[in-house]
């Protein structure tokens, strides 16, 4: 089974429309997927999908209302399977430790192929915990300063997550990340890679171990919301970030448009892929569903072949977001053409485009400043 724990540092970046149309996608594939709504204490994850209110969940397993096995639910999408997370029950958004590591423990031992989680937003503790299922976690985020930096802090705060639960209390590497905590401006300054490096001499046979888990994480990231294909680029400051400060890999999954077309799936109840399939925003979820069907299944408690496609992935992403946004534009002008577009909407898009049609501008004279200069600098030689 391979578990995908999706999560999200701030809401509204499209976590839950990707879980489910991710489980849906790898259903059609002929796999057998369990999505499983843990954003508890705002459940909504059946609507997506369009399913009922529901009536039992993880609220009612943990609370002793409900076996395991009875909060399984069927969906009307092929091989998938559904478990709601139980919003109306008071108290599901902080759950306590025991049952937080029950559920780890039963959601470990179901039998499916790909076991997806919809994880709340946020660092909470217990989303931290279920992100670190697997090593194969997808981040998603927006192209916004603040969706990028929460992205980045998320990662980060799983990063010392694991960091914490390797060097256990009473270990030499406990007592000094805990001297480092009391400074609080010294840790934000100790980059992981150093911190590991003051660890290493300190407590050697944790740091070791800390080291073999770290780079068995592998999480991957979908930028979403994006509106042109500069946006897609903005994944690179992100990965940048985690490879300097946290001495990580992030793959780059893919990227998806900014699309209406969702909202007026969801007014019907209908994942996106199954309203529109042929959609900008369905395609690209397809793609994601290729590449997940196409990696090798990977977890912390057993070794598996490392290798850094962190550059091609993030290369093949920005490909992609160009050939997705003439396919958008191509969509746009057959809308014109038909009517369909209204005149506020076709007033938004042209402003849209003038908008980067100006940003184009300045890149080229900064460009050009740039090459005159280099020119006048060999001149001068």
């Given at each position: 089974?391979?578990?995908?724990?999706?999560?999200?540092?701030?809401?509204?970046?499209?976590?839950?429309?990707?879980?489910?149309?991710?489980?849906?996608?790898?259903?059609?594939?002929?796999?057998?997927?369990?999505?499983?709504?843990?954003?508890?204490?705002?459940?909504?994850?059946?609507?997506?999908?369009?399913?009922?209110?529901?009536?039992?969940?993880?609220?009612?397993?943990?609370?002793?209302?409900?076996?395991?096995?009875?909060?399984?639910?069927?969906?009307?999408?092929?091989?998938?399977?559904?478990?709601?997370?139980?919003?109306?029950?008071?108290?599901?958004?902080?759950?306590?430790?025991?049952?937080?590591?029950?559920?780890?423990?039963?959601?470990?031992?179901?039998?499916?192929?790909?076991?997806?989680?919809?994880?709340?937003?946020?660092?909470?503790?217990?989303?931290?915990?279920?992100?670190?299922?697997?090593?194969?976690?997808?981040?998603?985020?927006?192209?916004?300063?603040?969706?990028?930096?929460?992205?980045?802090?998320?990662?980060?705060?799983?990063?010392?997550?694991?960091?914490?639960?390797?060097?256990?209390?009473?270990?030499?590497?406990?007592?000094?990340?805990?001297?480092?905590?009391?400074?609080?401006?010294?840790?934000?300054?100790?980059?992981?890679?150093?911190?590991?490096?003051?660890?290493?001499?300190?407590?050697?046979?944790?740091?070791?171990?800390?080291?073999?888990?770290?780079?068995?994480?592998?999480?991957?990231?979908?930028?979403?919301?994006?509106?042109?294909?500069?946006?897609?680029?903005k994944a690179q400051k992100?990965?940048?970030?985690?490879?300097?400060?946290?001495?990580?890999?992030?793959?780059?999954?893919?990227?998806?448009?900014?699309?209406?077309?969702?909202?007026?799936?969801?007014?019907?109840?209908?994942?996106?892929?199954?309203?529109?399939?042929q959609a900008v925003i369905?395609?690209?979820?397809?793609?994601?569903?290729?590449?997940?069907?196409?990696?090798?299944?990977?977890?912390?408690?057993?070794?598996?072949?490392?290798?850094?496609?962190?550059?091609?992935?993030?290369?093949?992403?920005?490909?992609?977001?160009?050939?997705?946004?003439?396919?958008?534009?191509?969509?746009?002008?057959?809308?014109?053409?038909?009517?369909?577009?209204?005149?506020?909407?076709?007033?938004?898009?042209?402003?849209?485009?003038?908008?980067?049609?100006?940003?184009?501008?300045?890149?080229?004279?900064?460009?050009?400043?740039?090459?005159?200069?280099?020119?006048?600098?060999?001149?001068?030689?």
């Amino acid at each position: 089974m391979q578990i995908i724990p999706i999560a999200s540092g701030k809401g509204g970046v499209g976590k839950s429309l990707l879980s489910a149309n991710l489980a849906i996608s790898l259903g059609k594939a002929g796999k057998r997927v369990l999505l499983v709504d843990l954003d508890l204490g705002a459940s909504n994850l059946h609507l997506v999908i369009g399913q009922q209110a529901p009536k039992k969940g993880i609220g009612t397993f943990l609370t002793g209302a409900q076996d395991f096995d009875s909060i399984i639910s069927d969906t009307d999408y092929e091989n998938v399977q559904f478990i709601a997370g139980d919003s109306e029950i008071p108290g599901m958004s902080s759950i306590k430790t025991s049952q937080k590591n029950l559920l780890i423990k039963r959601l470990a031992k179901c039998d499916v192929d790909y076991l997806i989680l919809d994880l709340g937003a946020g660092t909470h503790l217990s989303i931290l915990d279920f992100f670190l299922m697997s090593p194969q976690g997808i981040i998603v985020t927006a192209p916004t300063v603040t969706a990028t930096l929460n992205g980045y802090l998320f990662l980060k705060n799983a990063v010392f997550r694991m960091m914490y639960n390797t060097f256990k209390k009473g270990t030499v590497g406990y007592d000094y990340m805990k001297k480092l905590r009391n400074d609080s401006s010294s840790l934000q300054r100790l980059y992981v890679p150093k911190l590991v490096e003051e660890l290493q001499k300190v407590d050697p046979e944790n740091a070791a171990l800390f080291i073999e888990r770290k780079n068995r994480f592998h999480p991957r990231l979908v930028m979403n919301c994006i509106d042109n294909p500069v946006d897609a680029e903005k994944a690179q400051k992100i990965r940048r970030s985690c490879s300097q400060y946290l001495g990580l890999n992030l793959e780059h999954l893919g990227v998806i448009y900014r699309d209406n077309l969702q909202d007026r799936a969801l007014a019907s109840r209908l994942p996106i892929t199954v309203y529109k399939p042929q959609a900008v925003i369905s395609q690209a979820i397809f793609r994601i569903a290729e590449r997940i069907l196409e990696s090798e299944t990977a977890s912390f408690d057993s070794r598996y072949d490392v290798t850094d496609e962190g550059s091609d992935s993030f290369q093949i992403a920005s490909e992609e977001a160009i050939d997705d946004y003439s396919a958008k534009m191509a969509y746009i002008e057959e809308l014109l053409g038909t009517g369909a577009l209204t005149p506020s909407e076709l007033a938004e898009t042209v402003k849209m485009q003038q908008m980067e049609l100006n940003q184009l501008k300045k890149e080229n004279t900064l460009l050009k400043a740039k090459l005159l200069k280099a020119a006048n600098m060999g001149f001068k030689v």
